[in-house]
C-alpha cells in the first residue's frame, strides 16, 4: 500500500524540522502534528496577568513550529477583532525559562487572527516543551472591554517511542 502524497509531504516536512532543530536521539522517534492551545473565555476589561496553562502529556515532547491567535469581545463573541489591546507573556516549567523577556503586543508573537489572513506567525526557532510541562500564558487587556482570547500552539508532537 502506498501512502498519499499528502501525508509523505507532511512526514517529511516534520522531520526536516526535528533534524535540523533536535538532536540526534529525536530523529528516530515517531511523530505528528499535533495543536496545543488555552482559551482565555472572559479577560476582563483592564485585567492584569490573566493566566491560563496547558500541559504537554508525558507520551511525548512538543516542537512548537508557530502561534495563532484569535480575539474577540465578548459582547461580540463571534466578532474578530482587527486590533488586539492584548499584551502576553509564555513560560515553560521543563526549561524554566520565559519565551521572551516581557510582556509582547499579541499582533506581534502570533499574526492577526483570521481577519486578513495572517493568522499563523511561525517561529525563527522552534521551541522545545519537554513532557509533563507546563506553559504559562499570562495576558493583559490594555482597554476597558472584556474580551475572549484563544491561542494556539501548533507543532508535532515527538513521541518517546521510536519510529517503527
Known amino acids: 500500500m502506498t501512502m498519499p502524497q499528502g501525508v ?9 524540522l526535528i533534524r535540523a532543530y533536535l538532536p540526534p536521539k529525536y530523529w528516530d522517534r515517531e511523530s505528528d502534528y499535533f495543536v496545543e492551545g488555552v482559551e482565555f473565555n472572559t479577560l476582563g ?3 492584569a496577568n490573566a493566566v491560563d496553562t496547558f500541559t504537554v502529556q508525558n507520551e511525548s515532547d512538543f516542537l512548537v513550529f508557530g502561534i495563532s491567535a484569535i480575539e474577540t469581545t465578548t459582547a461580540a463573541g463571534t466578532t474578530e477583532q482587527t486590533f488586539w489591546p492584548v499584551t502576553v507573556r509564555f ?7 520565559s519565551w521572551f523577556g516581557d510582556f509582547k ?4 508573537v502570533a499574526g492577526r ?9 511561525p517561529l525563527r526557532h522552534p521551541r522545545l516543551v519537554v513532557g509533563g510541562s507546563t506553559v504559562t500564558v499570562e495576558a ?3 482597554e476597558a472591554t ?3 482570547l484563544w491561542i494556539d500552539f501548533h507543532g508535532a508532537k515527538i513521541f518517546r517511542r521510536p519510529r517503527t
Open 113 to 121: 487572527g483570521s481577519s486578513d489572513g495572517q493568522g499563523y506567525r
Open 8 to 16: 509523505q509531504r507532511h512526514l517529511i516536512f516534520h522531520e526536516n
Open 105 to 108: 503586543q499579541l499582533h506581534n
Open 146 to 148: 472584556a474580551r475572549r
Open 140 to 142: 493583559n487587556n490594555l
Open 91 to 97: 513560560f515553560d516549567t521543563g526549561s524554566g525559562a
Open 45 to 47: 476589561a483592564s485585567a
